[in-house]
């Protein structure tokens, strides 16, 4: 089945405790993307890769550190987060950047 | 579930009626357009596109219509069913942007 799947589903953590957010695709796609949701916001674009060891800021990139060294895997790391980094993550992947993005289920991530 | 926007425009329909969603986009440079569904807990899901050179596309059961006059755009649900209650949000790529940029959504609620 193609998809997207992000580990873990639901994270509770405290400030300053490096986390990383896994997300791996299985459908050879190269472009990869990382979003937060948050209330009155909408999806908003942190990081973007165009292909392995290739990557880009997107929107929101403060706090945020991602890394392609396969294609079918793009972690977001968080060195030190903060409570305003509580939201609701989403990974993305598409054949083409710009069109069509296949999502996964999201990571809800709570930072105190 | 989870919560993707505390103030959304809501709109309820009862079942079995059709479905009109809008969606004013912000770029008239912007030439590809896509509609996501997202349901309580999961990630958002593709339902259509479409492109600036059309005016209208049709799959099952949803009809994009595009307005590139008043950069407008629409998704009609016929025959609305129960499970189509979700949070509806369009999206648009800015040509040259190589992104998609996401509306607020609409929270869709299926009366019985």
């Known amino acids: 089945e193609a998809q997207v799947t992000q580990n873990p589903r639901y994270l509770i953590t405290v400030t300053g405790k490096k986390l990383t957010v896994t997300c791996s695709q299985n459908?050879?796609?190269?472009?990869m993307s990382w979003y937060r949701q948050d209330p009155g916001l909408g999806l908003r674009q942190i990081y973007y890769?165009?292909?392995?060891?290739?990557?880009d800021k997107g929107d929101v990139p403060e706090g945020y550190k991602v890394s392609r060294k396969e294609k079918r895997n793009f972690p977001l790391i968080l060195e030190s987060p903060s409570p305003n980094q509580t939201s609701l993550y989403f990974c993305a992947s598409s054949f083409v950047l710009g069109y069509e993005q296949y999502f996964g289920p999201g990571t809800r991530l709570t930072v105190t | 579930g989870e919560s993707v926007g505390l103030h959304l425009p809501t709109l309820s329909v009862q079942e079995g009626d059709n479905s009109i969603i809008n969606c004013a986009y912000s770029?008239?440079?912007?030439?590809?357009f896509i509609w996501y569904k997202q349901e309580s807990g999961k990630g958002p899901q593709f339902i259509i596109d479409?492109?600036?050179?059309?005016d209208k596309r049709q799959g099952q059961r949803v009809t994009v219509l595009l307005n590139k006059t008043v950069k407008h755009l629409s998704l009609q649900i016929a025959a609305t069913q129960p499970g189509d209650s979700a949070v509806y949000f369009c999206?648009?790529?800015?040509?040259?942007?190589?992104?998609?940029?996401f509306g607020q959504g609409t929270r869709l609620t299926i009366n019985p």
């Open positions: 479409i492109r600036s050179n059309m």
């Open positions: 999206a648009e790529n800015i040509q040259g942007a190589q992104k998609l940029v």
């Open positions: 890769s165009m292909n392995v060891e290739v990557t």
């Open positions: 459908m050879n796609h190269e472009y």
């Open positions: 770029n008239s440079a912007s030439d590809y």
